[in-house]
C-alpha cells in the first residue's frame, strides 16, 4: 500500500474516532451517576422496599433498600429526576390479620414458593413481616411523591426522608 493512501486511511480512522468519542459526550447522551443515601419514615430507616429515580424524558434507575435503609443506585440517571419509594406490601394471613404477622410455618430463614411443587423447589430467604415499614402509598406514585432531586456524573449522596 503506498504511503499517501495508508496515511489517508489512518487519517480517516482517527477522524470517525473522534466523531465517535463526540457523540459519546454529547449532551443527549444517557450519561449515569451513582447515588446513595438512607431512607427513612419519621426517623426511621425503612427495612425494605425499592428506591426508583426517573426523568421527564423516562429515563430510570432503581435499587433496592438494604435492612438497615440503605440504598446504592449505580445507574442513576444523569438530570433532574423525581423519586418514587415502594416497600413490599403485606399479604396473606399477616394482612387478614390487621399487619399481624403470626409464627411462620417454614423453617427460620426459609419460605417455599407455593407455586412450585416440592421436588425441585428451592426455598427463598424470608423477609420477617413484622419490620416492614408501612409508608403512604402516595410515595409509590410519580405524580405524588413529591420527591425530586438532581443526578450529577459522579458519586453522590441523597438521604431520603419521608413523612407518615
Not at 432503581?62 to 440517571?77: E, H, L, R
Not at 402516595?138 to 420527591?147: A, E, I, M
Request: overall charge positive; hydrophobic content about 30%.
Amino acid at each position: 500500500m503506498p504511503l499517501s493512501v495508508w496515511t489517508r486511511t489512518c487519517a480517516l480512522l482517527l477522524l470517525v474516532g473522534l466523531i465517535g468519542v463526540g457523540v459519546g459526550c454529547s449532551p443527549g447522551s444517557k450519561a449515569r451517576g451513582i447515588v446513595k443515601g438512607q431512607v427513612t419514615i419519621g426517623g426511621k430507616p425503612l427495612y425494605a422496599g425499592t428506591v426508583m429515580f426517573i426523568t421527564d424524558d423516562n429515563r430510570s434507575g432503581s435499587t433496592v433498600i438494604d435492612q438497615k435503609g440503605n440504598y446504592v443506585m449505580t445507574d442513576a440517571p444523569v438530570g433532574d429526576v423525581k423519586i418514587t419509594v415502594t416497600v413490599p406490601k403485606l399479604g396473606g394471613m399477616a394482612a387478614m390479620r390487621g399487619g399481624k404477622p403470626g409464627p411462620p410455618k417454614s423453617p427460620v430463614g426459609e419460605m417455599k414458593d407455593p407455586n412450585n411443587s416440592e421436588q425441585g423447589s428451592t426455598p427463598q430467604p424470608a423477609m420477617d413481616p413484622s419490620k416492614i415499614v408501612p409508608i403512604p402509598d402516595k410515595y409509590s406514585d410519580v405524580k405524588t411523591s413529591g420527591l425530586t432531586y438532581k443526578v450529577e456524573k459522579g458519586e453522590q449522596t441523597h438521604d431520603i426522608p419521608l413523612t407518615p
